[in-house]
């Protein structure tokens, strides 16, 4: 069966920091040029969908915001769909912020030292939402626990243990998400990013494609592999980023290729594009 959707991981998969991956420009205009549709997904939930098409176009892969899902838009999208009303705290950046208020959402403001006023109270937290976040401090981490002791809503865009960067990974949500469990005790309630079932169900409903006609293309075995798997998708894993050749070959259930980069799929997958 030939593959016609193809979702691709973004963070060490299509680019690193900001440069582009080896075959990435190429193949994914050869994948264009032959009416393949085509999907990216980020669990970093840092930007805007419309900042990471700009960067996808800088980078050479020509990109709108419908091209784009992150973690952070498809939790927006699910609290807003089924829990629109919760008071929400969020431990991540601006940019979270503002994308889950876009939806409508009631989000907490941060704590003004000018105005003693704002300082959030435990009390008043019906959902504490953990992301990346490179501001992390110890008033936030201790709020989101205050909050969650108390019976607040546990909800994550993303649970990556770390973020690739050039030079090597740094902590993601997963440290933040696993620090809260062991200290109330508790268990993340919803996560939004892969390797949910939400963020694909998002995906496929954007391709308008079966799950058999797709292929899912990340570096990461937890979460991309994962997910594709999980959905009934073909997987790709690529070299390019967190995992390596011996990684995958701990793998209980192997992905159906493994890649050194995304510029090798038109001559390995040839006969199914």
């Not at 952070?72 to 950046?93: M, N, Q, S």
């Not at 494609?209 to 899912?216: G, K, V």
């Amino acid at each position: 069966m030939a593959l016609d959707g193809f979702v691709f991981d973004l963070d060490g998969t299509v680019y690193l920091g900001e440069a582009a991956l080896p075959g990435a420009v190429e193949t994914i205009a050869h994948l264009r040029a032959r009416a393949k549709r085509v999907l990216f997904v980020s669990n970093k939930p840092l930007q805007p969908r419309q900042a990471y098409a700009d960067k996808l176009t800088r980078l050479g892969i020509p990109a709108g915001p419908d091209d784009v899902i992150t973690s952070g838009y498809v939790l927006g999208y699910h609290l807003a769909r089924h829990f629109p009303d919760l008071a929400t705290y969020v431990i991540g950046e601006p940019a979270l912020l503002d994308e889950l208020r876009a939806h409508g959402l009631h989000i907490l403001g941060e704590f003004d030292d000018q105005d003693p006023k704002e300082v959030i109270q435990p009390d008043g937290v019906d959902a504490v939402v953990v992301a990346f976040d490179r501001t992390l401090d110890y008033r936030k981490l201790n709020t989101a626990y205050q909050a969650l002791v108390r019976g607040a809503r546990f909800f994550a865009t993303n649970a990556d243990k770390t973020c690739p960067m050039p030079g090597g990974g740094i902590p993601d949500a997963g440290a933040t998400i696993a620090a809260l469990e062991h200290l109330t005790g508790r268990k993340l309630e919803l996560l939004a990013g892969k390797p949910s079932a939400l963020i694909m169900e998002v995906a496929l409903s954007r391709l308008a494609l079966p799950p058999e006609r797709c292929l899912m293309v990340g570096d990461r075995l937890e979460t991309d592999m994962l997910m594709g798997q999980q959905a009934g998708m073909k997987t790709a894993a690529v070299l390019s980023g967190a995992s390596t050749r011996a990684d995958v070959a701990r793998m209980e259930r192997q992905p159906d290729f493994v890649l050194e980069n995304i510029g090798e799929i038109p001559h390995v997958l040839r006969d199914l594009l």
